[in-house]
């Protein structure tokens, strides 16, 4: 007995040394890159869309924005009315999360962009609908995947309708990645940035089901070989296949989530598979270190942890702006380049960080069971009424004098509003930190550029060890959330934004005086004023198929 729990133990260890490790080999220095090809094999570029030949395809129907509810409605603390969950619905909700966006084409060339953004928009991302009988779409048991492309369900397995076990108004989705698609471009950093377009994703999806008054809960319980399993990437090998990331409950009912157990899905895990997955390239580069983080980070059983509680039920931050949450949603784009001029007020500049908090915001931190590990640490610029200078926002307050004892001790930690409680903003710092944080996200002059930047600053360490080395990828997920939040929160002030997964790791530590692995910067990000590139044609996101309305 204690010899099996000392072999656990070690192997746990061992487990935690390589995702750190991993994490260390894989910082941008300001002398070197992590190691990937420096260049862009375009003879192996994977096809960006996974399908299974042979499954059987349904089509969603594309539906476009509505007025309402408006963006601000999503936040104001009240649930619009759930919908009741059909063909138009699901199809409204994967329209608003995981879909096309719009294409963009130069002359001779043309390329999709999506609803969800993703690093160097490769998407290494897979969506899957698990869900009891639809009304309009089938009336068994499925597991489907969903096709960007098409727009469409590929049913990958059926199962009789009574062997569902639960009430008609909740269904499932569950997300893995194809660590390949980024590896291709990034090398050994990509593994990164699959578990950032990850946490984008589920955000992504947990405020499409707001929208529609479904509620999301990301299920915690689930191994990732449960995931496999049910979803049927267990039976995928080789570079190409997809790792399973979580599994999410949506619930269109007004009551709690149904408590949802792997052996809940004994039945339709054992249907045999529909389709092969395709070849998305012919040829490939192996990153080793890739598929040993990944096996170090995949994640057992544990018990289930309820949703996270949101203190603060109603904040609109006094705005009722008319803009349509759906426009905004499908709008979302990352600017490519940022004006240097463009300002925005303090009142929406802290209105954003409100909604990045995760009592505040409702949406989609309610689908998130863990407690706040992510910071940010902010260079304004251009926000008036604002000193320029090193801001930090403690996403949780009853962090702040820990951070204070982790970051440089030359900072004055000025509080910016009166119930620092509520917005834990503080000024370390004055000054103009523009050429600062160009330089520390890899020269890029759009950190610079913008009206602010953030880096997103993880409790780091500390949780891994405590939860288990798959506790590396929930940290990421939890940017790519606040990500997604910043993107959406852009577009409705008028602004826009982009990740920024290129930065110098250590660089940014040090402007922040952190020496150690307490804390680490996972993500950088910027907002503000875009430029737009006048020679880039955009085209409707559908426009390639001929089937139109529902
Ligand atoms: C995790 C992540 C990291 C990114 N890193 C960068 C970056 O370092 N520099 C940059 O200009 N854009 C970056 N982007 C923006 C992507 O290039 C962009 O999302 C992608 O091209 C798709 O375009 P869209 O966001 O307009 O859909 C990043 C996006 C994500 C999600």
């Known amino acids: 007995m204690t010899n099996k729990l000392t072999n656990s133990t070690d192997s746990r260890d061992r487990a935690t040394q390589t995702v750190f490790a991993y994490h260390e080999r894989t910082k941008h220095h300001l002398k070197r890159f992590a190691a990937s090809l420096g260049y862009l094999d375009w003879d192996r570029q994977p096809i960006p869309f996974r399908r299974f030949e042979g499954a059987p395809q349904l089509p969603l ?32 909700f994967f329209y608003d999360s995981l879909a096309l966006s719009a294409w963009k084409a130069v002359p001779g060339s043309r390329w999709s962009l999506r609803v969800n953004p993703s690093s160097g928009n490769l998407h ?54 194809i660590h390949w698609r980024e590896s291709w471009k990034y090398g050994e950093r990509a593994y990164r940035y699959c578990q950032h377009d990850a946490g984008h994703a589920i955000a992504a999806i947990a405020i499409a089901a707001r929208v529609l008054g479904w509620r999301c809960h990301v299920l915690e319980s689930w191994s990732d070989d449960d995931i ?63 598929e040993d983080v990944a096996a170090a ?62 009592q505040q915001s409702i949406v989609p931190f309610d689908s998130w069971p863990w407690k706040p590990s992510v910071h940010l640490a902010l260079f304004v610029h251009r926000v008036r009424d604002m000193k320029r200078g090193l801001y930090l926002l403690a ?9 204070k004892l982790e970051l440089s001790n030359t900072f004055s930690w000025t509080p910016i509003v009166d119930d620092v409680d509520v917005l834990p903003l503080f000024l370390l710092r004055e000054g103009d930190f523009g050429r600062t944080s160009n330089l520390v996200s890899c020269h890029q002059e759009i950190a610079q550029d913008g009206a602010f930047a953030a880096a997103m600053l993880a409790e780091f360490e500390a949780p891994i060890r405590d939860c288990g080395p798959w506790f590396y990828r929930r940290i990421f997920w939890e940017t790519g959330m606040i990500g997604q939040v910043l993107y959406l929160e852009a577009e409705a002030a008028g602004v826009r934004s982009t990740g920024i997964g290129c930065f110098f790791d250590d660089a940014m530590h040090e402007v922040l005086g952190i ?30 198929l001929s089937r139109k309305g529902p």
């Open 297 to 358: 980070a995949n994640k057992p059983r544990i018990a289930e942890i309820a949703p996270m509680e949101t203190s603060v039920t109603n904040y609109t931050g006094g705005l009722a702006r008319s803009v349509s949450a759906r426009q905004i949603i499908r709008q979302r784009r990352s600017a490519v380049a940022m004006d240097g001029h463009t300002e925005i007020g303090r009142e929406e500049f802290l209105r954003i960080l409100r909604r990045v908090m995760p």
């Open 228 to 290: 496999a399993r049910l979803t049927g990437t267990d039976q995928q090998s080789g570079i190409e296949a997809e790792h399973p990331d979580c599994l999410i409950a949506v619930s269109a009912a007004l009551g709690a989530i149904p408590h949802v157990r792997p052996e809940n899905f004994d039945t339709i895990s054992h249907v045999p598979l529909a389709g092969i997955p395709n070849r998305l390239s012919h040829d490939h580069h192996e990153w080793p270190v890739i």
């Open 124 to 177: 290494p991302t897979e969506g899957y609908l698990i869900s009891g009988p639809i009304d309009g779409l089938f009336d068994d048991a499925c597991v489907c995947h969903y096709a960007p492309f098409e727009h469409a369900l590929e049913v990958r397995r059926r199962a009789a309708r009574d062997t569902w076990p639960f009430p008609n108004d909740c269904f499932f989705v569950a997300l893995t990645s």
């Open 61 to 92: 129907a594309e539906i476009p924005p509505t007025a309402s509810p408006t963006y601000d409605d999503l936040f104001s603390g009240q649930l619009p009315s759930p919908q009741p969950i059909t063909r138009q619905t699901i199809s409204q």
């Open 395 to 403: 996403r949780d307050a009853t962090r702040v004098d820990w951070l």
């Open 515 to 544: 020496s150690n692995r307490s804390l680490q910067s996972l993500y950088h990000f910027t907002v503000g004023g875009p430029l737009e590139d006048a020679r880039l044609q955009t085209l409707p996101a559908y426009s390639h």
